[in-house]
């Protein structure tokens, strides 16, 4: 087995991930965890000049538990990919440090990532140091004199070339047998698929399997990876997920449709859950309708409260004050006040469009805003604007159609 590995928490990120860290001994500190400290730049720590070959290995318990020692190797020892030349698009393994310059700019960010991944990123002395335990494409942004400049893809590889599909089924196999191996391929399956498509159903197995052993800690982790998606669950499943709550004295959002339910396991659960309440009165449905347009940060410190309200008897909190309830009316968008402009004055639309990529959900429109950002600084003879806006939209949408429409303009500034 394993040794005990370092834990840091990295609060917010990534919920219900079986612990990087302790792969045999657990400490109870909360759902999210990485392994290792934190970032080194320059200093003592070995040197590789990592190739990105990936290892062909059997899905199993024991190739799982190998690669992890592999990652925790990466981190203890800052092992680090140097590449000393300045691009767009770089490649690093799964807990390995990449360090790379930039081209005289002065400020990076990260601004694309898969979900439910976190990195660790530094400037320093005009180079990059990037990090990350999770696979998947990164994005960073470089910035001159407070203007994005351009936009570097990093790919966060795993060396052991297994497939989703595998290790889902090492963690269903492992979950049937309530194996302790488990709680390894929940981690690696985090690691290499963040964003998976098994990622529901894992991290109710997770959460089955933390109940069955009755680990309190176990239970906080997982019951975090499972509480957003509570309505998505079987009446069955949702039964379990309360009894968990019950157990960890943890407050979930419970949609008032549940109390309806003829699943005698899942009322049962019910009731348990908020003190022998067999059912919602019309205060409590309000209540519920109305948290569920609210932050789920929001969402979950009010439901803590009207459910401490329930459970003691006493009187029934108002949720939702005048301060709190309103929807402000915001008017026209950034990117609407743009295309007002687009043609009648450039320069308002260069700037509403500019902070339309910052505040708006627009992505199915960031390939025209590019392009019409482009437009406009073609209109205003400013040919260099011209050209970092459209290798931004070549950069990240090379197959979209507002990069054929964009030759025209690339014509024009030759």
């Known amino acids: 087995m394993l040794k005990k590995l370092s834990i840091m928490i990295v609060a917010g990120i990534l919920v219900g991930c079986s612990g990087l860290n302790n792969l045999d001994e657990r400490k109870d500190s909360g759902p999210i965890r990485e392994i290792g400290g934190e970032l080194q730049i320059p200093g003592e720590a070995k040197i590789e000049d990592s190739d990105g070959e990936v290892v ?19 981190l203890k020892g800052s092992i680090k990919k140097v ?38 990123i530094n400037l320093s002395n005009g180079k ?45 196999q ?10 390894n391929a929940v981690t690696l399956y985090k690691m290499m698929f963040p964003a998976g498509r098994y990622s529901k159903e894992v991290n109710y197995l997770f959460l089955k399997y933390a109940y ?4 309190n800690s176990l239970m906080n982790e997982a019951l975090a990876g499972v509480k957003n998606e509570f309505s998505s669950y079987s009446d069955s499943e949702k039964a379990t997920i309360l009894r968990v709550a019950k157990l960890t004295n943890k407050n979930i959002f419970v949609p008032s449709e549940t109390y309806n339910t003829n699943n005698s396991e899942l009322k049962s659960a019910l009731q348990e859950y908020v003190g022998n309440k067999e059912s919602l009165d019309r205060n409590d449905k309000v209540f519920i309708e109305k948290t569920k347009g609210e932050s789920s940060e929001i969402a979950n410190e009010v439901v803590r409260e009207k459910l401490k309200a329930v459970i003691d008897g006493s009187t029934p909190i108002k949720v939702g004050g005048s301060s709190g309830s309103k929807v402000e009316n915001k008017g026209e968008s950034y990117y609407e006040k743009a295309m007002k402009n687009l043609n009648s004055n450039p320069r308002v639309a260069i700037e509403n469009f500019k902070k339309s990529l910052s505040t708006e959900k627009i992505q199915d429109k960031k390939p025209e805003i590019y392009y019409n950002i482009a ?19 070549k950069q990240e949408f090379p197959n979209s159609e507002w990069v054929k429409k964009s030759e025209a303009l690339t014509k024009l500034i030759k």
Do not use: H, M, W
């Open 56 to 74: 062909s290995k059997e899905a199993n318990n024991e190739n799982i538990k190998e690669y992890l020692s592999i990652v925790k190797g990466n």
């Open 83 to 120: 590449d000393d030349n300045v691009k767009n698009d770089y490649t690093v393994g799964l807990g390995e440090t990449l360090i790379f310059p930039l081209d005289n700019e002065k400020a990076i960010k990260l601004t694309a990532s898969p979900k439910n991944t976190n990195t660790k």
């Open 128 to 172: 990059v140091s990037f990090r990350s335990v999770y696979q998947g494409q990164y994005i960073l942004s470089t910035y001159v004199d407070n203007s994005l400049n351009r936009k570097i893809n990093v790919a966060v590889i795993a060396k052991y070339n297994f497939s989703e599909k595998e290790v889902y089924d090492i963690i269903v």
């Open 174 to 183: 492992n979950s049937e047998n309530r194996s302790k191996d488990l709680e």
């Open 212 to 215: 069955d052993i009755r680990s």
């Open 375 to 393: 437009s406009s600084y073609a209109k205003l003879g400013n040919k260099v604007e011209v050209t970092k806006y459209l290798r931004l939209l």
